[in-house]
């Protein structure tokens, strides 16, 4: 067995029959015996001892007319008292952190992000941690109480084209949206409740390079170049920040930026961004 901090256990119990019994034999255990902060039983006055072994309880010495299911772990919470109460108390709890992405994570276009979820509350609560505190809880150090928080990380990808894509030669570049959403699907089946925390797709994007919308058409009058107020027609694209660009993807652009010469343009442009912005996190 690891180590385990003594804070953790509950040490020198003994027992004189009929509550556990040994898996080895089959029959009752008497002796001494220690106890883990879940409830579990381990033959042996403390974790040190070489020969410990795990116990189960002895379901044939709890009363038959209890209303109580002798689940297992109904028998632990039946079981504890002030001073095992104690234990699940060992440790602080995790305090929430917010990520500052800089320069460097931009270029590498992600970010690795750590959450902390409480074992016994409904509805769940989670927070958002930094990575000294996740290693802690993770490898059970015991400055966090690893026995109430379950941990995860998340990859979080914050650069790059909005969705999936494909360049010129047919090649899929991954989008951040999409990405997020697999990512975070994934992590959901074994840490319920991620998914809705994280439903702000493009958190931490440098929305003014982000490709919102793509391969819109105008046939003129609709909108003018900035940089000298002359006419456009053809395809453009929308950026995440409401900048208006010339090209079908910010890939094909110029980079020229187009203003609308006209409220109803003006008005179209606002729809299609804050339908988009509005639909990332629904899909």
């Known amino acids: 067995m690891g180590y385990i901090p003594k804070k953790m256990t509950n040490n020198n119990l003994y027992t004189a029959g009929n509550q556990f019994v040994d898996p080895a034999t089959g029959n009752t255990y008497t002796g001494s015996y220690y106890e883990l902060f879940d409830g579990t039983v381990f033959s042996g006055k403390t974790p040190n001892d070489p020969n410990s072994r795990k116990l189960l309880v002895d379901y044939k010495s709890v009363p038959q007319n209890t209303k109580v299911i002798t689940s297992n772990e109904n028998l632990r919470y039946q079981k504890l008292n002030p001073t095992n109460q104690e234990l699940y108390k060992y440790g602080k709890d995790p305090i929430a952190f917010i990520p ?33 505190t996740y290693d802690d809880l993770f490898t059970q150090g ?22 999936d894509t494909r360049d010129r030669s047919g090649i899929v570049i991954a989008g951040i949206a999409d990405t997020n959403r697999r990512l975070v699907d994934y992590t959901n089946r074994e840490f319920r409740g991620i998914k809705q925390y994280l439903s702000n797709l493009i958190q931490f994007v440098v929305r003014a390079n982000l490709e919102l919308v793509s391969d819109l058409y105008s046939g003129g009058g609709d909108f003018i170049y900035k940089l000298d107020n002359n006419g456009f027609s053809g395809y453009y694209h929308l950026m995440a920040d409401g900048t208006i660009m010339d090209g079908a993807t910010h890939e094909q652009s110029q980079g020229k930026i187009l203003l609308a010469d006209n409220v109803v343009a003006q008005g179209q442009v606002n729809t299609l961004i804050n339908g988009a912005l509005g639909n990332l996190g629904t899909t």
Request: hydrophobic residues 30%.
């Open 100 to 132: 500052q992405p800089i320069g460097d994570d931009y270029k590498r276009g992600s970010i690795q992000r750590y959450f902390a979820r409480k074992r016994n509350e409904t509805p769940t609560r989670i927070l958002e941690i930094d990575s000294n």
């Open 142 to 163: 015991g400055e966090y109480n690893y026995a109430m928080w379950d941990v995860t990380k998340v990859f979080w990808k914050i650069s790059g084209p909005l969705t």
